[in-house]
Every structure is written in C-alpha cells, then in structure tokens.
C-alpha cells in the first residue's frame, strides 16, 4: 500500500515566491558549485565543500559576468519615487525622511479610489511636534520638480538633457551634496568633483522618445565655495486649496513640471457641470426640481453651472494641469462669472506663452 502523498506548505523551498532577492540569492549561492560559505564578523572565507557541484565553474563564471554587467549599467539609474532621500534637510539641521499615504481622490470624493501621496516629513515634526517645526511636510513632487529644474538649469548640459528621467535623476544626485529647505528659501549644495566628472561623462545615444525635465523661473543665487556650489532660491511655503506649495515671494509659481497632472478636484467639478448642464437642458426641468429629483443640493449646482462659461483656453489648461499651481476652484468660478475668455485667461494669470515655449523646447 502506498504511502499518502503530503501537500507542501509554505514553508517549502519549492514554494518561494520567484522575487528579485530570491532569484540574486539563487544565483551568487555557492554551494551549487561544490563551495562552503563561511563567515566571521566582516570576514568570510571559501572552501571547497564535499557534495557534488550541480553548476559547471564556466557558466558560473558568466552569470557572475553579466549581473556585473547590469550592476554596473544600474549605478547610472535612478529609480526610487524620491530624488532627495537622504539628501534633504531643514535649516535647523533636522532631516526629512521620505514617506507616502493614500487619500481619497477628492475631499467629497464618492468613490473609493485613492490616490498616492508622496511627501517629506521633517523628523523635528515627529520628535518635537508639528507646532514646534515651520517646515512640518512638503510634497515629494513638488520639491523634487523644483531641484531637478533648478540643478538642470544650473549645469545646463545638453547630453543629459537629452537622457532618461532614471539616467537625469541618478546624475542630479550624484552632483548634490544636500539639500537644505527653509520656511523662506532653498539651498542646492552641489559636488563641484561630481559636476567635473559629469562633464567628462560619455552618455549614450538618446532615447527615441525624449522625456520634458522641469523648468524653473527663478534664477538662483550662485554661491562659488571651491568644493561646493550653493545655488540659493529665495521662496515662501504657503498653504492653498489643502496643499502646501513652494511658491515664489511674491506668490508665483517657482517650476513649470516636466509632466503636469491636473488636480482631481477641477476635473470632477467640471465634469459635474457640464453633465448637469447637460440633463437640465434635454429634461426641460428648472433646477429646483432636477436637484430635488437627484438628491443633490440646489446651491451646489448653481455653484458649478458657471465653469460651464469657461472658454476653450482656460478648459485646456484645467484639465491638462498647466495652470498656476495657486488657482484655486473659486479663482475658476470667479473667472466664469467673465463671459470674456480673454479677460477669464487674464484674471487666472495663464501665461501661455511661457508653456508652450517650453513644451517646444522639451519636443525639440
């Protein structure tokens, strides 16, 4: 009679979910060559171990070769979501560790999608309190944007322009030293050896599809101390619509983002807007009786109705996400109270000009 067969467990070797770790541990594991790993403190030692190899020394050896390859290839990448980890600090010298959290799509989001946040928190804001820090968080995006286009503009090199986001990011660390954030301005601290061995730095050929970098509107204030180059932008943070933005003293946008993302919330509503707009004329019903018949609140639609005016400029960039970073939904709705689109482009402080000469540039 035979014996009944065992269902493996999770704890079986079998099993082990095929990850990255896994299969680099699989692959510098020495005991598939006849080899015994021993190690003491920082010391490790190899010998020749008395089981059979399983793996011929030859096609060890070229394993071995191309992860040294691709290791190598990956020093010039960058990919984590945050370029500053490690790298930032607030002006009383506390650091600003990298973290994200889901929220909801809109505060009257009626879903339950989220959205991922990314942002620093200074560790005086976790130790000492957030009362007790000017700083408190700020958004990864938007501080990551400002020092990719302040660094890019400083060294103003055409072969890394031209590189991949991963490639760019990597370089841009390499050059900074840190980077220091106050409640009144910011302070890039470059590597002058590291900008010298960029400049000496072959890249390879560009990719067919060249990614926009960031462009900042300020220039700095360019600091020469031999070993380090300061790069000081004078800003204010300021809170707005729930965000917490880097804008120039006097209240202007710093950056124009290398792929702007329109805000959520400016979606929603004009699409609200127009959909009502759109039933209250095929129904023929007065808006009384169409909030009554879909349970929404009257004063909430004719609220909205108005962005329905908006002209085709101001939507166009509403919904591609170009607007100045301090409009807010009752900035859009004062505008669409302005039946003229010119002067509803004006009011909201559109510079046309300065975007589409830079999504040019980025195309070029």
């Not at 299969?23 to 008395?50: A, C, F, P, Q, W």
């Not at 990314?118 to 560790?123: D, G, V």
Request: aromatic letters at 4%; charged letters at 25%; glycine letters at 6%.
């Amino acid at each position: 009679m035979n014996a009944p067969k065992c269902k493996p467990t999770h704890q079986d070797h079998s099993l082990k979910p095929l990850s990255q770790k896994y299969i680099h541990s699989v692959l510098t594991n020495r005991l598939y060559i006849g080899k015994i790993i021993h190690t003491r403190g920082d010391h490790t030692e190899i010998y020749e171990g008395l089981h059979n190899s399983i793996i011929d020394q030859d096609t060890w050896d070229t394993a071995q070769k191309l992860m040294s390859k691709q290791d190598r290839k990956s020093l010039h990448r960058w990919t984590h979501p945050h370029l500053l980890k490690g790298k930032l600090r607030t002006s009383d010298g506390f650091a600003m560790s990298p973290t994200s959290t889901h929220r909801p799509l809109t505060k009257k989001s009626e879903t339950n999608q989220k959205r991922l946040v990314r942002y620093y928190i200074s560790q005086k804001a976790i130790k000492h309190g957030f009362k007790n820090c000017p700083i408190k968080t700020i958004n990864a995006v938007h501080i990551d944007e400002l020092v990719r286009g302040l660094v890019l503009g400083y060294l103003n090199h055409t072969d890394l322009d031209t590189q991949s986001t991963e490639v760019r990011d990597r370089w841009i660390r390499k050059a900074i030293h840190k980077v220091t954030l106050a409640s009144d301005s910011i302070t890039v601290q470059l590597d002058t050896k590291k900008i010298e061995q960029l400049q000496r730095h072959s890249f390879r050929s560009p990719p067919n599809d060249i990614p926009s970098r960031p462009v900042c509107l300020r220039i700095p204030e360019v600091d020469d101390h031999g070993e380090h180059i300061e790069l000081k932008l004078q800003l204010q943070i300021k809170k707005l619509d729930g965000r917490r933005l880097l804008l120039s003293p006097d209240g202007h946008d710093l950056i124009i983002p290398s792929t702007p993302e329109p805000r959520q919330h400016f979606v929603d509503a004009i699409g609200l807007a127009y959909r009502w707009h759109g039933e209250l004329i095929k129904s023929g019903s007065q808006i009384t009786e169409f909030a009554k018949e879909q349970g929404i609140a009257r004063t909430r639609i004719i609220k909205l109705l108005p962005l329905t005016q908006l002209g085709p400029e101001v939507l166009r960039h509403a919904l591609a996400g170009t607007l100045p970073s301090t409009i807010t939904l009752d900035d859009l709705l004062t505008a669409s109270m302005q039946l003229d689109w010119d002067r509803q482009a004006a009011e909201l402080g559109i510079n046309t000009a300065t975007i589409d000469q830079h999504n040019v540039r980025s195309a070029g």
